[in-house]
């Protein structure tokens, strides 16, 4: 087991990517502590692993939330007594095809808050016990809007470009006190969150010819990148930028 007596929060661990990545780690030793806004989701990634013999904990948490995140914290800290991983998984995709000034914002802010400010505040609450240990690894779930910018995408793109930028300034902070922190970047997936765009018949199929691998990408894709970055095998990866997208700029 690649991750036995480690413990882990992953955000966003209810559905989707964050639901693999949480069963994965817990395959791997982990003690999975998962951060998720929907109690229903949230106990049911536990319930799976305790299925599979894993353990788990449910804190319900809005990562938007300074109180819950400090409590996010502070239940896990009690529970397992330290944290080693900390994915930084929770986001929000509130509409596609809109344009900047079309936002609401009440739409801004909250994904801004949430993308954002959330992976922010996760990072803030856990590294001071990372640093009491002398390690830690955060990742950071980004996405390539945060590279390139796509229209209709304004504050998602937004968000997501001061992820990387928050990851590549962090990484540089804390390495010396032994904290890896590294970003995955997951091409185009079929996940909850891209449910609507997926929603009209045949969607996914336009999007399979431009991507090498010649399939979307899937929630366990993401899910052996987080567990081999979050390994003493990748040990001397820092302020990476890990692209699972089946080749999708390549062609």
């Avoid at 938007?64 to 409590?71: D, L, M, N, Y």
């Avoid at 802010?109 to 992976?119: E, M």
């Avoid at 904290?179 to 997951?186: D, E, K, V």
């Avoid at 990866?237 to 997208?245: Q, R, S």
């Amino acid at each position: 087991m690649r991750l036995k007596n480690k413990v882990a929060i992953v955000t966003g661990g209810g559905a989707g990517i964050g639901e693999a990545i949480a069963i994965r780690f817990a395959k791997e030793g982990a003690r999975v502590v998962v951060a998720e806004v929907d109690p229903a989701r949230g106990q049911s990634t536990v319930g799976s692993i305790q299925n599979l013999g894993g353990e788990a904990a449910f804190v319900q948490t809005d990562v938007s939330s300074e109180a819950q995140v400090k409590g996010m914290v502070e239940t896990t800290l009690k529970r397992f007594g330290r944290i080693d991983i900390l994915v930084n998984n929770a986001a929000v995709l509130m509409s596609y095809e809109t344009r900047a000034h079309e936002l609401s914002n009440e739409e801004w802010d909250r994904t801004i808050n949430v993308n954002l400010r959330g992976y922010w505040l996760c990072s803030k609450y856990a590294i001071p016990s990372m640093m009491a240990q002398g390690a830690g690894t955060i990742l950071f779930i980004a996405s390539r809007t945060g590279l390139r910018g796509f229209a209709g995408l304004a504050a998602y793109s937004a968000s997501k470009g001061g992820v990387l930028a928050l990851m590549r300034s962090m990484a540089a902070d804390y390495a010396p006190d032994g904290i890896r922190i590294n970003a995955i970047i997951p091409g185009t997936m079929d996940t909850p969150m891209n449910a609507k765009e997926f929603s009209e018949p045949g969607a996914r199929n336009k999007y399979i010819p431009r991507i090498p691998a010649r399939r979307l990408g899937v929630a366990a894709d993401i899910a052996g990148m987080a567990t081999f970055l979050s390994t003493d095998e990748a040990a001397f990866c820092v302020g990476g930028l890990y692209f699972v997208d089946g080749g999708a700029d390549l062609g």
